[in-house]
């Protein structure tokens, strides 16, 4: 079902439907974090020290000496000469001011049982397990693989690592053997920290079996540590190298493990992404900056406060998860939730009965999960009082309006502010997203003679939420929308997103490549002669005459699956791997819930034309062996020729029309014209 934009079909009042602009109910601006017009001002003015009040929110081992350091553009340095330790900020400083019983985890499985940890707990059981990696060798700076699901032991693994000063690297569970083994070897790995299983719709999945299988692919000789999730369920199978993180937990308890002290500057973690080659890119991330802007984001938009229960219903696997389920809100001293399961088992009002049982403020999801509870209905959220909600919030890819009207009307009851955060892996957290409290100065709009004639030349105007638009960039964040030149477009006009000013929350480089990293990032529009460093972040974007930024999507060749992001050349190189595949292109198609699906169209080799579907099966499991479930192809297409330019170049654009079912335009300039209406009537007939 659904309408000629492809949104699905929901009943919203005529009212709504209309509505173009919203404002923060004045309930949630008198008790907002920041409420202060003059934060835009004050950052523009103060840049690049405005961001000392990011810093502020941090308890520091030692003073920094400079805010920024950019005489190495682009390898910009924040808070240089400062030390601290992220464990300590989000564990000991909490204990030590009195929030020891104060829950810091609240976890519910997916069957229902719960775990609640408080700051105490928390730091007792991240102690233990920090002296016991030290106990297996683990150093400072030595990378350590945590592949596990959404447990506990994910975030504690994640905060012992960083006590010790050993940056971990998270794999996403639901990532292959492969995958995993890919990322092992890139980072240089020989820590391994896994779990037996977890479920799924009610089954016991065996994660152990995969993670043996990627072991199998890595270089160097691994030491793994595996949590017991299951219990008898599955076999809680050790091989003979592998230690029970039960057991080491249970030797090293009451252990007291001094955080070490980190220059601001090292890494903290290393997250691998996609980009527009095959090979997954290893974001570093720092101490320092990349703690200051979580905390500091997650104060100002998320509006954090430590007696609040907040939920971020992100995976850990994902950057959203760490910075917005485990080191803002745990730096900011709030109670976080963590969900192991799907949002429809048992039945698909989960996540409001998780809402509702533990009166959550503040709810942080991704549109593909709006746009599935919308499929569902209205009754599932009804069953629910959700008016423990005071802020809600979307992430991982653009939102319609339709969408977020949605969740304004039937989770927010019309009673909280939304806000559509855009960022990315590399930016480390936040940059274009509304303030869900301000009442924003508009610079240059000479206001209406006051009575008396008296003129003024600003005049607040409310920073409303317009649906479907990110917003202006946050505070001391210079992003744009530019043209190929990279001359800023007029309102109504698309262009390119770029960010022309550093931030402390970007990525410092790609792992152990600085070349990759300015190709990657800095080549397109800045000027290497002139010393003007230009950050691209590879997305398309209109802009409007309140300088509100709505985000098109990307513009390399990476797709946006359900938030997810994949890399269309990744998934043609495993489907070309296959015997009887002689070419392949991959693209994203629109998809109603998902956002966009993966569609491949692939050419038989000459004696595996009449094979089609015995091929079909083994390109999906060439797929799912080299990433995973999450890029599994919606459809996968057989063609005799692929549509090719005069040059020789397969017009992707035209295979995503195609996919996504719109107008397909001129094809005449293309060599072989005729393929496309018959690739064309294979997708549709089905
Ligand atoms: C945090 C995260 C990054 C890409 C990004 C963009 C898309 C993220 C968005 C959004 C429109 C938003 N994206 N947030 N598009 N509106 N609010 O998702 O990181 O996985 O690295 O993906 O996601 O295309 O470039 P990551």
Redesign the pocket.
């Known amino acids: 079902m659904s309408d000629d934009t492809g949104e699905p079909e929901v009943e919203l009042e005529a009212r709504l439907e209309e509505q173009e602009t919203f404002e923060p109910p004045e309930s949630f601006v008198e008790q907002a974090n920041v409420s202060d017009p003059d934060v835009y001002e004050e950052f523009e003015e103060n840049w690049p020290d405005c961001w000392e009040r990011a810093a502020d929110l941090l308890s520091w081992d030692e003073e920094y000496d400079t805010v920024l350091e950019d005489g190495d553009a682009p390898f910009y340095e924040w808070f240089t000469g400062g030390e601290l330790n992220a464990s300590y900020n989000c564990l000991d400083r909490h204990v030590e001011e009195g929030a020891k019983n104060r829950a810091a985890i609240k976890w519910e499985g997916e069957l229902g049982e719960t775990r609640t940890y408080t700051y105490g707990d928390l730091l007792n059981e991240v102690e233990a397990f920090a002296a016991a990696l030290r106990d297996l060798g683990v150093e400072e700076d030595d990378v350590v693989t945590l592949y596990m699901p959404m447990i506990p032991e994910l975030p504690i693994a994640m905060l012992a690592c960083a006590r010790i000063g050993a940056p971990h690297s998270v794999v996403f569970a639901g990532f292959s053997a492969d995958a995993l083994a890919t990322r092992m070897n890139s980072a240089d790995s020989e820590y391994l920290v896994t779990c037996d299983g977890y479920y799924r719709r009610g089954d016991a999945l065996n994660h152990k079996e995969k993670a043996d299988k990627g072991l199998r692919g890595v270089e160097n000789d691994v030491q793994t540590v595996v949590v017991d999730r299951l219990g008898d369920e599955l076999t809680h199978f050790l091989g003979a190298d592998a230690h029970d993180y039960g057991e080491l937990v249970a030797e090293h308890e009451g252990a007291s493990v001094e955080p070490v002290s980190r220059d601001a500057e090292d890494m903290l973690f290393l997250m691998y992404?996609s980009g527009t080659t095959g090979e997954p890119k290893g974001v570093k991330h720092t101490t320092g900056g990349y703690l200051a802007y979580t905390a500091w984001t997650s104060h100002a938009v998320l509006d954090v406060k430590p007696e609040d229960t907040y939920w971020c219903t992100a995976d850990i696997g994902?950057?959203?998860g760490h910075s917005y389920i485990v080191y803002g809100p745990l730096a900011l001293g709030t109670t976080t939730m963590m969900y192991e399961g799907t949002p429809d088992y048992p039945e698909k009002d989960r996540l409001w009965d998780l809402v509702e049982k533990n009166r959550v403020d503040t709810f942080y999801t991704a549109p593909t999960a709006i746009r599935s509870f919308m499929k569902w209905g209205t009754e599932y959220p009804e069953r629910h009082d959700l008016s423990s909600l005071r802020l809600l919030g979307?992430?991982?890819?653009?939102?319609n309006p339709r969408a977020w009207k949605w969740y304004y009307k039937h989770i927010g009851d019309e009673e909280c502010p939304i806000v559509?955060?855009?960022?990315?892996?590399e930016t480390g957290g936040m940059m274009i997203t509304t303030l869900p409290a301000i009442n924003e100065m508009k610079p240059g709009s000479a206001g209406p003679p006051l009575p008396g004639g008296m003129m003024i030349t600003t005049l607040p105007a409310i920073n409303e939420m317009k649906p479907g638009s990110?917003g202006p960039p946050l505070p001391g964040v210079d992003a744009r929308v530019v043209d190929a030149n990279g001359d800023e477009v007029e309102a109504g006009q698309a262009g390119y997103v770029t960010v022309n000013n550093p931030w402390p929350g970007m990525l410092r480089t790609l792992y152990q490549n600085d070349e990759r990293f300015i190709e990657e990032y800095w080549t397109e529009y800045s000027d290497e002669e002139a010393d003007e460093w230009v950050y691209f972040?590879?997305?398309g974007a209109k802009i409007d005459e309140d300088d509100y930024i709505t985000?098109l999507?990307?513009v390399d060749d990476v797709i946006?699956v359900s938030?997810h992001?994949l890399g269309t050349m990744e998934i043609e190189s495993a489907v070309v791997g296959v015997e009887g595949i002689a070419e392949a292109a991959v693209v994203g198609g629109d998809h109603d819930v998902k956002g966009e699906a993966v569609y491949v169209y692939a050419i038989p080799e000459d004696g595996y034309e009449d094979r089609h579907a015995e091929l079909e099966e083994k390109a999906m499991e060439a797929v799912l062996d080299s990433i995973g479930p999450i890029a599994r192809p919606e459809e996968i297409v057989f063609t005799p020729e692929l549509p090719k330019t005069r040059s020789g170049k397969i017009m992707r654009r035209l295979l995503e029309n195609i996919a996504s079912g719109d107008e397909l335009g001129d094809t005449s300039t293309l060599r072989n014209p005729e393929i496309v209406d018959e690739i064309a009537d294979q997708v549709a007939g089905d």
């Open positions: 992404t994902w950057i959203t979307t992430v991982g890819e653009p939102i559509d955060t855009w960022w990315q892996t990110a972040p590879e997305d985000i999507g990307r946006n938030g992001r």
